[in-house]
């Protein structure tokens, strides 16, 4: 299940034919078409070209890169104290689009000043009590610090993310059609995102901080804001009556698109999201027997400007014989039901005993996308 590799690709390293490491994403396409991972990076994207080699992805899409204080580097810096905004909650009290977009403005600012309140706090702390990130030199400007000397100068490198959950949902609020069903919602959707973008970038420069707009992964919050606002908004169709929200801009994943519809309406958003944002297809079975489709879709992804992306399929595996493959019940082989159900929830692979409720009702409603 460990480590979560990304593995980078770049024009003129390994992207194209006749690049000279052009071999070993061929490699890395048939690992990923047989474990998950690893995911893709595309360094080439508008927004990742001027950072050259640096810009670098964790595993569930975090990016950390333009930097108002010092080096704009990935290595030794992180994102401090995200905060995800609930926008199908917002929807379901503004109720139309005209009085969402004024709402929005309010949460955002609300959102500033809860990352800007915990950075305040984080910066308080001594560098003796952060003996491993400060102490050992791994911030960047740490190395520098005493003992009791406060961290804000190597964290203020960091980036405060505001995040969000929920646009399908949200769209289906407000529209009664979300991004996978309708280009007007998906320009809904673009001016919703752009506009998070933009009041973020605003808060940078005010407070000369690295505040930055996140596609939130949500593990826990995909099935507590659902419960909340089913509390206070009853069963809405399309929006309530499931047990999670969609994750950030993304497509819900019963909708039934094809793989290349779905990054052509999914890609838009990574460019907006400055601190992390990622694309998955979910296919019917590992393609061992495929590998030009993947690279296919990656390509395309390309094209689309898009920044990160990987593919998702069920890998089972009998603990028993080692047998693997998709299968219902017992082992095909040998008859064993001890078998390892191994899944993607936010970024990370793992099996499906340890996903909350809310991402096994998300793992129960995904369908395959066509490639």
Known sequence: LFPNIVFRLKKGGNFEPGDPNHDLFQLAMKVAARRMNPTFSLMDASFNRPYGDEVAYMGCRTRVMGNRRGSEVAAGRGNIAPVTMNLPGLALRARTPE??????????????????????????????????????????DSGALGPDDAIEPALRHGTLAI????????????????????????????????????LTDG???????????????????????????????????????????????????????GAFEKMEREAPFHRLCNAGHISYVELPSAPE?????VEKLLKRL????????????????????GRRG????????CGSTDIRRI?????????????????????????????
């Open 302 to 321: 390309a094209e689309l400007d898009a920044g990160y992306a990987g593919i998702n399929f069920p890998i089972d595996e009998c603990r028993a014989c």
């Open 163 to 198: 995040g969000f959950i929920g646009l399908a949902e949200a769209l289906t609020a407000l529209t009664g059609r979300h991004h996978g069903e309708s280009d007007e919602s998906l320009q809904l959707g673009l001016k919703i995102v752009g506009r998070v973008r933009e």
């Open 203 to 257: 808060l940078s420069r005010e407070h000369d901080l690295n505040v930055t707009c996140y596609a939130t992964p949500a593990e826990g919050l995909a099935g507590r804001f659902t419960l909340l606002d089913r509390e206070t908004f009853g069963r809405v169709r399309g929006v309530t009556d499931s047990d999670f929200y969609t994750n950030s801009f993304h497509v819900p994943v019963a909708c039934p698109l």
């Open 99 to 140: 009085r969402f977009m004024l709402e929005l403005d309010d949460l955002v600012a609300l959102a500033g000043r809860q990352v800007l309140h915990r950075y305040r706090v984080l910066c308080s702390l001594k560098a003796r009590e952060l003996p491993f990130l400060m102490g050992q030199g791994l911030y960047l």
């Open 289 to 293: 027997h495929n590998i030009a489709a």
């Open 326 to 333: 998709l299968q219902d019940g017992a082992c095909a082989s």
């Open 343 to 371: 899944r993607r929830v936010t970024g990370y692979l793992s099996t499906e005993d340890r996903f909350n409720a809310g991402k096994r009702a998300e793992l129960k409603a995904r369908i395959p996308h066509r490639l």
